[in-house]
């Protein structure tokens, strides 16, 4: 075995998981009626080897959205469909958790219903942020934000109660956990930052005013799963659709501590750099983090398995989510484990279409290709 330390199973919170090679949450903008179907157990399914599968960043309501094609988790039909998908996973021995979304000022009127302004803990939009819009002729592509309406006080708690219902649908369809999405300059990550959140109520100013709505949405959430059962996403340092902020260490300690003292089941760490550019940790950020955080820590973001196992190993983290390398290579951690080639994905497809760059991706089999 190359990597020993890699293929060690853990848990997170509750649950047991046989390796530490997690799949990232990835959209593939598939699902043009937002409800998964047969191509989405399939593609699922071909990657249930993973130690814990993070579905792809799902829309908790219909004013969550800010890209089409994107699947949610608010009616029935949606509920049922992922069902479809768990099974699948459940089927060939996975785990997989449903990420709980909301996109916030990231959005359009064109995507949003009735044509209404996105929300937003602030009335600013994102220089150079982009959404995905399907325009009057049916075609779709990136289109420029608008701006968005920031959020009244007594709105708050009814988006607190659309996590909560997301988070009991998951649970009916069988998601061994839920992750919220608090990361990537979306509708949490916005009350964090200080450059997007200039509220003056309970919900700004101070750092544990911003943090207050997201720990709700995650108490909303624990009171459905259960702790063990919850993990978080986020990203301190992250420079993505016009997103700033003057104190992301001293919040994603703040947030970290919080979290600790909830006993959530894991933090899932985005890599500051993930998307191109030298914006890195600063030194000794993720030794801070392991003191501060009792859970299980994730990191994610161009990693490859030597990587993963070094950071293993040195104990500043339990877990490497890998994104892209996951999209042409369904059987990753079997490729990890034998140093086999990997396979890469194309560009072209990773965004809408159908199962062309989806699940016709080959499986290694004995230094043979097959299909999953």
């Known amino acids: 075995m190359a990597y020993e330390t890699l293929f060690t199973p853990t848990t997170l919170g509750s649950l047991n998981i046989p390796n530490r090679v997690i799949m990232a949450p990835l959209t593939r903008s598939r699902t043009p009626d937002s409800v998964p179907g047969k191509m989405q157990e399939a593609y699922y399914g071909q990657r249930a080897g993973a130690g814990l599968i993070i579905s792809e960043a799902t829309n908790i309501s219909p004013t969550a959205r800010g890209y089409v094609y994107t699947p949610g988790i608010w009616t029935d039909e949606q509920e049922a469909g992922w069902k479809g998908v768990v099974n699948a996973v459940h089927a060939k021995g996975g785990r997989i958790a449903l990420q ?3 996109v916030g ?10 044509g209404q302004q996105p929300v937003a803990p602030s009335a600013l939009n994102g220089e150079g942020a982009q959404c995905f819009v399907e325009f009057e002729d049916g075609t779709a592509g990136q289109h420029p934000t608008s701006t968005p309406r920031a ?14 219902q997301a988070a009991i649908r998951a649970k009916r369809a069988g998601f ?8 990537n300059a979306y509708l949490l990550n916005q009350f964090l930052a ?8 309970q919900y700004g100013g101070s750092l544990e005013n911003r943090a207050r709505f997201p720990l709700e949405v995650v108490d909303a959430v624990i009171e459905v799963y259960g702790a063990e059962r919850v993990g978080i996403r986020m990203t301190p340092f992250i420079e993505l659709f016009g997103l700033t902020d003057d104190e992301p260490e001293a919040m994603a300690f703040y947030m ?9 089941a894991y933090l899932h760490l985005n890599e ?33 398995a030597e990587h993963a196992e070094a950071r293993i190993s040195e104990n500043t983290t339990d877990a490497v989510a890998f994104g892209r390398p996951y999209i042409a290579n369904p059987d990753l951690p079997e490729r990890f484990r034998v140093n086999a080639p990997l396979t890469e994905p194309n560009h072209e497809t990773f965004y809408g279409g159908d199962e062309k760059g989806y699940t016709d991706y080959p499986f290694m089999d004995n230094g043979y290709d097959r299909m999953g």
Not at 151 to 164: A, H, K, Q, S
């Open 272 to 304: 500051p750099n993930w998307a191109g550019g030298d914006i890195t940790f600063p030194a000794g950020f993720r030794e801070q983090m392991r003191e501060r955080f009792s859970g299980s820590l994730i990191y994610c973001g161009n990693y490859d």
């Open 256 to 264: 970290a501590e919080q979290l600790s003292k909830r006993g959530l």
């Open 100 to 102: 709980l979304w909301h």
């Open 194 to 201: 200080t450059g997007t959140n200039q509220r003056t109520d």
């Open 151 to 164: 959020l009244e006080t007594d709105e708050i708690p009814g988006i607190v109660d659309d996590y909560r």
């Open 105 to 114: 000022r990231v959005s359009h009127e064109m995507v949003q219903p009735n």
């Open 176 to 183: 061994d956990m839920v992750e919220v999405h608090a990361a």
